[in-house]
């Protein structure tokens, strides 16, 4: 492909080479393969039910691990406009009728007043109107409130990040998803010195109005909770962006210029790989419940913390064995049973191995990026889902994956997928640091086949856009991988404005 020097000029701008421009359209034209499956993780096999004491036994040394210094970090993945999560109530204000034809605008306005936001918006509508919410609704006016919520005269909640919406009620006042990722860090990610660090990832144009909200509610919430928060942020990097494509596989172009998009939530492992604690919990901005809510999000958040450390210890301990030259034939036995029963890996071939190379693939397995992920049980929500996955060299691991990554044409993999008993709730402990203290290079441990092919159309025309490997499936691809078994009341994300109804977002 003959690069014109606008496309140089543009490469350069992105921090993205021309040998890695060519090597995504070779992908978007190749496409990707299929994951080769085993089978679903399920209770016992893949996936560990903890009982009530192994339960107080991670707690314990989580509250330990805190005690002793150890630097704690909450991720939140906060990119993006909550313009999905209005996407009725954009076809209401967008469409011919004057009236709610459909249960979900019907519920949507005959619960208005319940919504945290509702002060706010009242008075946007008196701003607008000259008359209350409630008074327009009465006069049949359901548009116009509609308008004052999701347009830019109004709140402008299409276009605002839901980091800044307005999901909880407290007394006198209400509190956004990015206050309440605040608040939950306070409860169980402060540090020995009572530092709470959280790293927000956000687009460029909304970073002054999120900073701008931290600075805000930061010295109230610390007063609240008796803790001081060290608050940081970063945008998707520009390097991270796909070029999309024609039909024909030729790149898609706008104006003369390259298109890019930007590569999904997979770039996110550069913005991981920038962050230094020892341990860092991933979870998503929507995914908060209120103070009154939130005790088995705290219980459930130390047991994954606690877990991760705990097993992270233990093969610290034989990663150094083997560095000294130490292990006994007992040590090795140990140090292959915990490979195949705490991280879930097999290896055929493990028993005809020398000892020599039962010690380089044991400590190989063993010094890798760790993530303990919390995983509910099939009750209807979306997400991936945890399964055990054949890998390039011929082991067998636990992965999450999404369905797009499996060939649902066959026979075997639909049984396997409807076998499947939990789901990914995004909810991860992460450790990023080899048995020595030094971080690892996470894009090192990405594997490059696991990303997918979507199709969009723009401006009219279909083209074809490159999804990188996702951050919790083929970006982690290579970590050691423990799946814990959370309940279901951990997870209560808001997809659309009216699961702010949900009892759980409710304050009583």
């Known amino acids: 492909m003959k690069l014109e020097n606008v496309d140089l000029e543009l490469l350069q701008k992105k921090g993205i080479t021309s040998e890695q421009l060519e090597e995504q359209l070779e992908m978007i034209a190749k496409g990707f393969p299929w994951l080769n499956i085993e089978c679903a993780a399920t209770p016992g096999h893949g996936i560990s039910v903890l009982s009530p004491a192994m339960q107080e036994g991670a ?19 906060a990119s993006g406009a909550a313009s999905r999560m209005f996407k009725d109530i954009f076809a209401f204000v967008n469409g011919d009728s004057d009236k709610p034809k459909t249960d979900f605008l019907s519920t949507y306005f005959t619960n208005l ?10 008075r946007v509508c008196i701003d607008l109107y000259g008359l209350g919410a409630l008074t327009l609704i009465e006069e049949k006016r359901f548009k116009d409130v509609a308008k004052a919520m999701v347009e830019a005269s109004g709140m402008n909640y299409g276009q605002l990040p839901k980091a800044l919406l307005r999901f909880h009620k407290v007394i006198g006042t209400s509190r956004t998803a990015l206050e309440e990722h605040l608040a939950e860090g306070a409860q169980y990610a402060a540090g020995k010195n009572a530092v709470v660090r959280v790293h927000f990832t956000v687009s460029e144009n909304h970073l002054p109005l999120v900073k701008l909200k931290v600075e805000e509610a930061a010295r109230h919430l610390a007063n609240k909770y008796g803790v001081k928060y060290e608050v940081t942020y970063s945008v998707q990097k520009p390097s991270t962006d796909t070029v999309a494509a024609n039909k024909d596989n030729t790149p898609y172009r706008e104006n003369g210029n390259l298109f890019f998009r930007p590569g999904g939530h997979g770039a996110l492992i550069e913005n991981l790989n920038d962050l230094d604690a020892d341990v860092i919990f991933i979870k998503n901005i929507d995914n908060v419940v209120p103070d009154m809510h939130r005790q088995p999000t705290i219980f459930y958040k130390k047991i994954l913390g606690g877990t991760l450390v705990g097993v992270k210890q233990r093969a610290d301990s034989y990663c150094r064995l083997i560095a000294e030259g130490k292990p006994t034939d ?8 915990f490979l195949h029963k705490v991280l879930c890996i097999s290896h055929d071939n493990a028993d005809n191995m020398s000892r020599e190379e039962k010690l380089q693939y044991i400590y190989a397995k063993l010094n890798r990026p760790y993530r303990v992920c919390g995983m509910v049980r099939n009750e209807g929500e979306p997400g991936g889902g945890p399964y055990l996955v054949f890998n390039q060299d011929g082991t067998v691991s636990p992965q999450i ?11 075997d993999a639909r049984e396997m997928m409807q076998k499947a008993t939990h789901f990914n709730p995004v909810d991860l402990a992460v450790c990023t640091k080899d048995w020595k203290g030094h971080k690892f290079n996470l894009p090192d441990f990405v594997d490059k ?13 279909e083209i074809k856009a490159l999804e990188l490997p996702g951050l919790w499936n083929g970006a982690m691809s290579d970590w050691n991988t423990i799946f814990v078994e959370v309940p279901a009341e951990t997870f209560n994300p808001v997809k659309t404005v009216n699961d702010l109804l949900r009892p759980v977002h409710q304050v009583d």
């Open 330 to 337: 007992e040590d090795i036995e140990g140090m292959l049973e």
């Open 449 to 461: 086949s696991t990303g997918f092919i979507s199709e969009k159309s723009r401006e009219g025309v």
């Open 59 to 77: 707690i314990k040394i989580w509250d330990d691990f805190l005690a002793c210094g150890g630097s704690v970090l909450k991720m939140v993945p």
């Open 401 to 411: 994956l999404e369905s797009s990554q499996i060939n649902t044409k066959d026979k």
């Open 113 to 122: 007043e319940k919504f945290a936001f509702f002060p706010e918006l009242n």
